[in-house]
């Protein structure tokens, strides 16, 4: 009896796994397959190819074949169990993505097999070949528009898009000064700025190649790039280059946003969205009493819970998606990782590969 106990759900999923194949067969699509996680811990380690189940869409439901999505650091720290929003385990990893529509349910008239779509609720699990989904939670977006860029619209271009937008009114001629400038979210501010006339100061640490990152800025459209030391000294504030800043976005933290802190203009913001350094932002009173300058924070994921179906979550998309169709965005540089070789991708993410703007995203078949 023993023996055909523990031979029962070995049996049992057999028996799925032929199910699963035979129904992805019909869409004309390979086995499905998912990246899996039970337990937070080392990402390389505790992350694992698996099966996944495939069924019929409901009446208001797509079939999604999965074409591309990204590797992003908040994947890396949900996995860790570091991150705030947390998936229920097991959970499949993966926030952003691509994906061809291969069937619709009976109710579904704005979408029709092939439209590429991306999904708009967190924690989806993106990192798997095939996803059914609610017609409601994914955006129909444009063939023109490349499957890089779809399948990095909603975190860093929508980050920079809405701290550029919702701290302080910004004007033609008016200047953002930011930290971690070569980050994807640095590198779409930048060019953001560039797209509404507005001027950048941006910061990087020094480095051997320093001057070849520059020039790279530059060309995207930053007005300034210094280092943090050549901040400390610089006089383009006083000789009247640039007007001071309006507006600080820090995704660095220490003493380096602190520098960036001290050339806004009295009463401007300072918007943290990250902390690579992991140092925390000490705040000297006379910037909080004389200059009231203030502090906040911004988490693209709270925005999108609170915004899920307002206006100017959608017109945001549709301006994003205008300008990277009119050459005005480009994502940093990337690299495709074939699915089956996603640790290359973890590996690449959680060293100091992933941390200079440049993105890994897994390819799937």
């Known amino acids: 009896m023993t023996k055909l106990y523990t031979k029962v759900p070995l049996l049992t999923n057999f028996i799925k796994n032929i ?16 990246l899996l996680y039970s337990e937070y811990g080392d990402p390389l380690k505790v992350v694992n190819l698996s099966p996944a189940e495939l069924r019929d869409p409901q009446p208001d439901e797509v079939v999604v074949k999965l074409l591309v999505a990204p590797v992003n650091p908040a994947d890396i720290n949900t996995i860790q169990g570091k991150y705030p929003s947390k998936p229920a385990l097991p959970a499949v990893p993966g926030n952003e993505g691509v994906g061809q ?21 967190q924690n989806l699990g993106t990192w798997q070949t095939h996803l059914v989904l609610s017609k409601d939670i994914v955006l129909k977006v444009p063939q023109k528009l490349g499957v890089i860029e779809a399948a990095t619209l909603t975190v860093n271009p929508c980050t920079a898009y809405r701290m550029l937008r919702d701290f302080t009114e910004l004007k033609p001629g008016d200047s953002v000064i930011q930290n971690g400038s070569n980050s994807a979210c640095g590198q779409y501010i930048i060019q953001i700025c560039r ?7 941006n910061i ?15 060309n995207l459209g930053a007005t300034h790039v210094l280092t943090e030391e050549e901040l400390r000294t610089t006089d383009i504030f006083k000789s009247g280059q640039i007007n001071k800043p309006k507006l600080a976005l820090n995704c660095v933290g220490g003493k380096n946003a602190l520098e960036c802190s001290r050339h806004l203009q009295n009463g401007s913001p300072m918007v943290t ?3 690579m350094s992991r140092e925390p932002l000490s705040v000297p009173t006379a910037a909080l009493i004389f200059k009231d300058l203030q502090f906040r924070g911004f988490w693209m994921t709270r925005w999108s819970e609170k915004n899920a179906t307002s206006i100017d979550r959608f017109e945001m998309y549709s301006e994003l998606i205008s300008m990277m169709t009119s050459n005005e965005l480009h994502g940093p540089s990337y690299e495709l990782v074939d699915f089956h070789n996603y640790k290359e991708a973890l590996i690449n993410t959680l060293t100091v590969k992933g941390m200079i703007g440049k993105k890994y995203l897994l390819k799937f078949d």
Do not use: F
């Not at 199910?19 to 998912?34: E, G, H, I, V």
């Open 273 to 275: 969205y990250g902390g």
């Open 101 to 121: 529509v291969i069937k619709v349910g009976a109710n579904v008239k704005d979408l029709v097999e092939g439209d590429h779509v991306v999904p708009l609720r």
């Open 19 to 34: 199910a699963m194949t035979s129904y992805a067969k019909r869409l004309n699509c390979t086995a499905p397959q998912k």
């Open 195 to 201: 797209s509404w006339g507005i001027r950048t100061i």
């Open 204 to 218: 990087i640490r020094d480095r051997p190649n320093v001057s070849d990152l520059k020039a790279y800025l530059t």
